[in-house]
């Protein structure tokens, strides 16, 4: 498996604000991307090694590099459920991300946009402008499909290719980036035509250090919760707790609140990394858990990897 990578930390410290330069490559050092909260909730960013435990399968490890991620550039991927039990939504979609890109995406931040159903589209690359980001979401949802897929071809008979759709993002755009990154999910969790499992989705994205935060959208059936719909709501809740990110229920939640606590938690975090005391290759699940010294703090971080 390609680990992620702190294979150098350039710490500098500027107007009391540390900054991290890094690259990536094949050796066993496990990077790590986490935030802090204490018990009322307020993002904490004063913490240093020391005030921190590394445990991978219980055991203490070592923390080889380690620094604080304040206000650094965003790259981020957002993808849109275009499929049938979204049609719904449509307008709630481009009405959320028109709030995003106008709130939270800044003049130093990148960001692709993906739409899919049964197909995987790449409706725009990496852009900083909010404005051409929303121009392209215009032109799909007007029935122009004419942009380029991601991922093999596959034949897909049905129309929600959900775990694909993050699967091909992480692992075909993110991947490949360095910085803080992070997908925002914008669906209902329900698939019925990806070539992925839950499973291969969540390892994806555990392997590459991108935290998943999923914005539900749920359409109910008079009101209650179908058994699909419950399906749906645990494997939002999933991928983003195993990753490292964050569930919304999008009904619930207006969307400024939302996203601004998300862009506070990419832009107010924490890198560690370490070598791992057992660094056998054996596809074994390696459990992670980062403990802090002080009781009330709560660490939101990745689970774990597989130690390919």
Do not use: W
């Amino acid at each position: 498996m390609r680990i992620l990578v702190f294979a150098l930390l350039m710490l500098s410290s500027c107007f009391g604000q540390e900054t991290v330069q890094t690259f990536r490559a094949n050796t066993n050092l496990v990077n790590l991307a986490f935030t802090v909260r204490d018990s009322s909730g307020k993002l904490i960013d004063n913490l240093t090694k020391e005030d921190l435990e590394v445990l991978e399968d219980t055991v203490p490890q070592k923390i080889a590099f380690f620094s604080r991620s304040i206000d650094l550039p965003l790259t981020l991927g957002l993808i849109v459920d275009f499929s049938d039990s979204q049609q719904k939504f449509y307008k709630q979609h481009k009405h959320d991300l028109e709030v995003f890109l106008k709130d939270v995406l800044g003049p130093k931040d990148r960001a692709f946009l993906i739409c899919f159903g049964n197909h995987i589209r790449l409706v725009s690359d990496f852009e900083q402008s909010g404005k051409e980001l929303l121009d392209r979401l215009q032109k799909f949802d007007h029935g122009n499909f004419d942009f380029p897929e991601i991922g093999p071809p596959e034949d897909r008979e049905l129309g929600t290719a959900f775990y694909d759709s993050i699967y091909y993002s992480v692992t075909e755009k993110l991947a490949k980036e360095n910085g803080r990154r992070a997908l925002l999910v914008f669906s209902d969790g329900e698939d019925n035509s990806s070539s992925h499992d839950m499973l291969s989705t969540i390892e994806a994205a555990q392997a590459a250090d991108v935290p998943v935060f999923s914005i539900r959208y749920t359409q109910t059936a008079h009101g209650k919760l179908t058994a699909r719909n419950q399906y749906g709501i645990r494997v939002m809740d999933r991928i983003a707790k195993e990753t490292g990110g964050r569930h919304f229920d999008a009904k619930a939640i207006n969307p400024h609140t939302y996203l601004q606590e998300i862009a506070e938690e990419l832009r107010t975090s924490y890198e560690l990394a370490y070598y791992p005391s057992r660094p056998i290759k054996d596809d074994a699940f390696r459990k992670i858990l980062i403990q802090p010294r002080q009781s009330n703090l709560t660490i939101r971080a990745k689970t774990g990897y597989f130690s390919r």
